[in-house]
């Protein structure tokens, strides 16, 4: 089964194909991603409306360069999926309504798939991993503890009670005038600061419920810089490691409390699973690797190419729905919202057996 993905639910034009084999694994065949971060950076975020008209001008190449990089043609196609949500509106209908073009002229099975299912899906892709795995989501827009049951199934353990854990690091980062997107500068920075020269505060340690919260330490970082402005490049990596040490053991914490509530639960997992744009940090991946080993059980991080948003993820979230014999309408609306549902998927989908 071949499936082409394409994704624009924020700041990057993706299109992939992807093939499962007769092995039952997942096989990229091309991944193209265009970021537009240089469009976005003079405003220190995304900007919705730039973001989708970016989409718009490189949409149709992207889908010819995937094409192209497979050496396949469209007919090859046993689907064609689009992440319909969630994300920027603007941005969501250029990639939806591309992939419902090419789903009505090839009379192919069209595919509406959850971006967020689809970050939960994909360490199935890279490495294979069985169901149920506990998986924090974390990126710009997400963070996430939830365990994955199956294909439209999940139960969300915690979630971030104000800031997500990526917006976090874009947020400190704009504010020690470091440019967008601030995580991998961030990280980049703290490599060479003392972690332990401010004392910032570990938010929510201790409490049972696996939430996150992510403001009063963002606030934290301000009142720190404020205090010593002006602040000198190491005083910035000093905050980047003190503020990154923070999160790292925030993060350690929450996912302890999620797997005690997994054992209340009496829910046995396969592995713990780190997914989304926040992912790529290793000192993150560091810290859940020794929780991991204390838990006996794998961390399973996907590349980082495949941590960020990409089309790859959003073709085998398809091919993992079409092998269901579920498809959608081409009356599927575009979702700026769109919340993984407790236990299974709200959506009403055609289901084909
Ligand atoms: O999943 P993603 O590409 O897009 C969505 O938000 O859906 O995630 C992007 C986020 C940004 O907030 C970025 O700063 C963060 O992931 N990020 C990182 C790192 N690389 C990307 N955060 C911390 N450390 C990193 N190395
Ligand atoms: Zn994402």
């Known amino acids: 089964m071949r499936i082409l993905g394409i994704e624009t639910t924020c700041d990057e034009t993706a299109a992939a194909i992807v093939e499962r084999g007769a092995d039952g694994r997942g096989h990229i065949l091309s991944n193209e991603v265009l970021s537009q971060i240089e469009d976005h950076a003079a405003y220190g975020g995304v900007v919705p409306e730039i973001a989708a008209r970016a989409h718009v001008e490189v949409m149709d190449v992207l889908v010819k360069r995937a094409l192209a990089g497979a050496g396949l043609k469209l007919s090859d196609m046993d689907g064609i999926a ?46 294979g991993v069985d169901f149920p795995y506990l998986l924090l989501l974390a990126s710009g827009g997400h963070t ?9 199934d999940y139960l969300r353990l915690g979630t971030t009670i104000d800031d997500a854990i990526g917006e976090a690091f874009d947020k400190v980062a704009k504010m020690l005038g470091l440019p967008y997107p601030g995580g991998p500068q961030v990280e ?4 060479e600061g003392d972690a332990k020269r401010f004392n910032l505060p570990r938010p929510l340690i201790g409490r ?6 992510l403001s009063g330490l963002k606030t934290a970082v301000r009142v720190e810089a404020e205090k010593i402005a002006p602040l000198s490049e190491q005083d910035v990596r000093d905050l980047c490691a003190s503020f990154q040490r923070a999160i790292v053991e925030s993060i350690i914490d929450r996912t302890r409390m999620a797997f005690e509530r997994l054992n209340d639960l009496q829910i046995p997992v396969t592995a713990l699973v780190i997914a989304g744009g926040v992912a790529a ?27 960020t948003d990409n089309g790859a993820m959003i073709a085998w979230a398809g091919l993992e729905r079409l092998s269901l014999g579920l498809t959608d309408g081409l009356d599927f609306a575009p979702r700026a919202r769109w919340p993984l549902m407790i236990e299974s998927d709200s959506r009403e989908s055609i289901r084909h057996v």
């Open 82 to 127: 689009a992440a319909a949500g969630p994300g920027l509106i603007g941005g969501v209908m250029v990639g939806l309504t591309t992939a419902k073009a090419l789903a009505l002229v090839t009379q192919k099975p069209f595919l509406a798939v959850n971006h967020l299912e689809a970050h939960a899906l994909s360490p199935r892709l890279t490495d």
């Open 144 to 152: 996430q503890l939830l365990v994955v049951k199956g294909v439209g």
């Open 188 to 191: 980049r920075l703290a490599l």
């Open 208 to 213: 049972k419920e696996p939430n996150f919260s």
């Open 281 to 307: 940090n290793s000192a993150i991946r560091a810290g859940l690797e020794s929780l991991a080993t204390l838990k006996k059980l794998p961390l399973i991080a996907p590349p980082p190419a495949l941590c």
